[in-house]
C-alpha cells in the first residue's frame, strides 16, 4: 500500500505515544518511513491474546474491539495504537484486537524498528528514558 500524503500527521501521531515521546523530527520522520499501512476490513483478527507479538499499530482510522479472555475490555479508534511493548520484547499478546469497522492502520514491525535503531543509535537512548519514565510512573501508581 502506498504512503499517505499526510506524513506531519503520522510524524505527530508517532511522538504522541510514550514509547517515541522522546524522539526528535529526524528519528520520527526515519520511524515513520519505517512503517507500512495495511487495511483490515472489519472482523478482522489483527492480533491474538496469548500469541507471539512482533508488530506495532497505529490506527489511522476505524475502530477496533480489544479483548481479554473473550470479554470486551476496550474500544480503539483512530490515534490510537497498540503493541508498542512487542517491539522490545516479542512476548505474547495480552489481549486480541478485532476490527469493528473496516480500518486502515499504520504498522511497524520488529525488524524495522530494529533497523531504525541501528541507523541512529542514540535513539536507543532516548527509547530507555521513555520507559524509564514510565516504569517510574507505574511505581509512583503502585506504591503512592
Known amino acids: 500500500m502506498a504512503k499517505s500524503d499526510h506524513p506531519d500527521q503520522k510524524v505527530n501521531s508517532l511522538r504522541s505515544i510514550w514509547l517515541f515521546s522522546g524522539c526528535n523530527k529526524k528519528e520520527l520522520a526515519l520511524l515513520e518511513r519505517a512503517c507500512d499501512e495495511a487495511d ?11 500469541h507471539s507479538g512482533r508488530d506495532f499499530y497505529l490506527i489511522l482510522s476505524g475502530e477496533a474491539r480489544v479483548e ?15 503493541g508498542e511493548l512487542s517491539l522490545l520484547d516479542h512476548q505474547p499478546r495480552s489481549a486480541s484486537v478485532i476490527a469493528v469497522s473496516p480500518m486502515k ?5 520488529a ?8 541507523e541512529i543509535p542514540s535513539m536507543a537512548q532516548r527509547l530507555l528514558e521513555a520507559m524509564s519514565l514510565r516504569l517510574r510512573e507505574a511505581d509512583q501508581r503502585a506504591f503512592g
Open 111 to 118: 525488524r524495522e524498528f530494529i533497523s531504525v535503531l541501528e
Open 105 to 109: 492502520l499504520m504498522t511497524l514491525s
Open 40 to 50: 483490515a476490513p472489519a472482523g478482522t483478527l489483527i492480533c491474538e491474546e496469548g
Open 68 to 82: 481479554k479472555g473473550g470479554t470486551e475490555v476496550a474500544i480503539l479508534g483512530a490515534g490510537s495504537h497498540f
